[in-house]
């Protein structure tokens, strides 16, 4: 796999790219942080039809980041940062402009699964191991400022938007929520202020952007759990199942604007629902094999989804039209990220399951502005200034 961008000018190398971020992004003056995570006026301008023209004209390039299989990777709120984690203990974070290794986080003793950024903090960071230990960073010190002891491994983890508390979910279906508030009160090892056993097969979970409603896939044949999160109570109150898929259901997203809400199954199918109705609006049924992550761009214009296969396939939210398919030559992708701010596409794969193809970067080029002739005045000028040369003649060949 590579790191996709559209640079016309900038070369790469193994380590990562050395150009700045203003040639890896040659919109990044067009792109401006959304205002309450609407899409960017760039994102806005790209015309439908001429969309995948742009996404086929973007170029790649890579860098190698671990030696072990690519477990997760997430952008910090800036989008200055993104961490990768991998099935060695070491959690790493790049410089989102030149991909180069900034820091390495290093405490568990297995492999990290998950990262998540904290919502609005940029300089904090969760992560799960396989050591039965959440740990809460604090990346300018490259320290672990808390540690969560639980009972099995972590496999799923989500911050609440508001920033106030953490949800965890472990190998044998417990989700705990956590209250980040008091470990700012000098609580060193904070505990779950709620645990929730489940009695079916839990994976991956969200709560929406009002931190209202909370989103569990399950294992049950096409249910979504729809629960609502009781802030003064902290509790969990059951709304109502969804059936949304004919088999297992595995990932859900929320798109940054709330409006939607995306689920991902064994069945192929990705589905986009209404978050204020929660009817499903539409299905997208490009897929083959089980769909295992997915990821909105800024604004929530286009959905990235990867699965079981050899390719990411990439949507108009609104519409469902296909825009884009990447190929790879691997097994499959572990996980995928849009940046939070840019028309940047990170994810990882695991080729040949061998060694780590890095984070990926997609960034579409902006349609060049068509070429005009200049004005006629101006034409007179630069034929004073600029006379065009005269034809040479042809040399003459003397009579011996």
Same mark, same amino acid.
Request: hydrophobic content about 35%; aromatic content about 6%.
């Given at each position: 796999?590579?790191?996709?961008?559209?640079?016309?000018?900038?070369?790469?190398?193994?380590?990562?790219?050395?150009?700045?971020?203003?040639?890896? +992004?040659?919109?990044?003056? !067009?792109?401006?942080?959304?205002?309450?995570?609407?899409?960017?006026?760039?994102?806005?301008?790209?015309?439908?039809?001429?969309?995948?023209?742009?996404?086929? !004209?973007?170029?790649?390039?890579?860098?190698?980041?671990?030696?072990?299989?690519? +477990?997760?990777?997430?952008?910090?709120?800036?989008?200055?940062?993104?961490?990768?984690?991998?099935?060695?203990?070491?959690?790493?974070?790049?410089?989102?402009?030149?991909?180069?290794?900034?820091?390495?986080?290093?405490?568990?003793?297995?492999?990290?699964?998950?990262?998540?950024?904290?919502?609005?903090?940029?300089?904090?960071?969760?992560?799960?191991?396989?050591?039965?230990?959440?740990?809460?960073?604090?990346?300018?010190?490259?320290?672990?400022?808390?540690?969560?002891?639980?009972?099995?491994?972590?496999?799923?983890?989500?911050?609440?938007? +508001?920033?106030?508390?953490?949800?965890?979910?472990?190998?044998?279906?417990?989700?705990?929520?956590?209250?980040?508030?008091?470990?700012?009160?000098?609580?060193?090892?904070?505990?779950?202020?709620?645990?929730?056993?489940?009695?079916?097969?839990?994976? !991956?979970?969200?709560?929406?952007?009002?931190?209202?409603?909370?989103?569990?896939?399950?294992?049950?044949?096409?249910?979504?759990?729809?629960?609502?999160?009781? +802030?003064?109570?902290?509790?969990?109150?059951?709304?109502?199942?969804?059936?949304? *898929?004919?088999?297992?259901?595995?990932?859900?997203?929320?798109?940054?604007?709330?409006?939607?809400?995306?689920?991902?199954?064994?069945?192929?199918?990705?589905?986009?629902?209404?978050?204020?109705?929660?009817?499903?609006?539409?299905?997208?049924?490009?897929?083959?094999?089980?769909?295992?992550?997915?990821?909105?761009?800024?604004?929530?214009?286009?959905?990235?989804?990867?699965? !079981?296969?050899?390719?990411?396939?990439?949507? *108009?939210?609104?519409?469902?039209?296909?825009?884009?398919?990447?190929?790879?030559?691997?097994?499959?992708?572990?996980?995928?990220?849009?940046?939070?701010?840019?028309?940047?596409?990170?994810?990882?794969?695991?080729?040949?399951?061998?060694?780590?193809?890095?984070?990926?970067?997609?960034?579409?080029?902006?349609?060049?502005?068509?070429?005009?002739?200049?004005?006629?005045?101006?034409?007179?000028?630069?034929?004073?200034? *600029?006379?065009?040369?005269?034809? /040479?003649?042809?040399? /003459?060949?003397?009579?011996?």
């Amino acid at each position: 796999s590579e790191i996709m961008k559209a640079s016309s000018s900038s070369s790469s190398t193994s380590n990562g790219s050395s150009s700045s971020s203003k040639a890896l +992004n040659p919109l990044a003056s !067009e792109f401006k942080p959304a205002t309450s995570h609407s899409a960017p006026k760039a994102l806005q301008d790209i015309p439908l039809d001429k969309a995948p023209r742009i996404f086929a !004209e973007a170029r790649s390039t890579h860098a190698t980041v671990h030696k072990g299989l690519l +477990n997760s990777l997430g952008w910090n709120a800036p989008g200055r940062r993104l961490a990768t984690s991998a099935s060695d203990p070491v959690v790493r974070l790049l410089a989102g402009d030149t991909l180069k290794v900034e820091a390495e986080l290093k405490g568990h003793t297995d492999s990290v699964p998950i990262v998540c950024w904290h919502p609005s903090e940029a300089d904090t960071l969760a992560t799960a191991s396989e050591d039965k230990t959440t740990k809460l960073w604090d990346t300018r010190a490259g320290k672990a400022s808390h540690t969560i002891r639980t009972s099995t491994s972590v496999i799923n983890m989500n911050f609440c938007p +508001n920033g106030m508390f953490l949800g965890v979910g472990t190998k044998d279906d417990n989700i705990g929520v956590i209250d980040l508030r008091a470990m700012e009160k000098g609580v060193a090892t904070p505990k779950p202020i709620y645990n929730m056993k489940s009695t079916i097969e839990a994976n !991956e979970f969200c709560w929406s952007p009002s931190c209202e409603h909370f989103l569990l896939t399950t294992g049950t044949v096409g249910r979504v759990e729809l629960l609502g999160w009781n +802030n003064p109570s902290h509790s969990f109150s059951y709304i109502k199942s969804l059936e949304a *898929h004919t088999a297992s259901t595995y990932c859900v997203k929320y798109d940054p604007t709330g409006r939607y809400f995306a689920i991902g199954g064994a069945d192929s199918l990705v589905s986009l629902w209404d978050s204020k109705e929660f009817v499903c609006v539409r299905t997208l049924g490009r897929m083959q094999a089980t769909v295992r992550n997915l990821s909105f761009s800024p604004g929530g214009v286009f959905i990235a989804a990867v699965g !079981e296969e050899k390719f990411v396939d990439i949507s *108009h939210t609104e519409t469902g039209t296909h825009i884009h398919q990447i190929n790879l030559e691997s097994l499959k992708v572990a996980s995928i990220a849009w940046h939070p701010k840019q028309m940047v596409l990170a994810f990882g794969d695991d080729k040949n399951k061998q060694y780590v193809a890095p984070p990926l970067l997609l960034l579409p080029r902006q349609p060049r502005p068509p070429q005009r002739d200049p004005p006629l005045r101006l034409q007179a000028r630069l034929r004073r200034t *600029h006379p065009p040369p005269l034809p /040479r003649r042809a040399p /003459r060949h003397r009579r011996q």
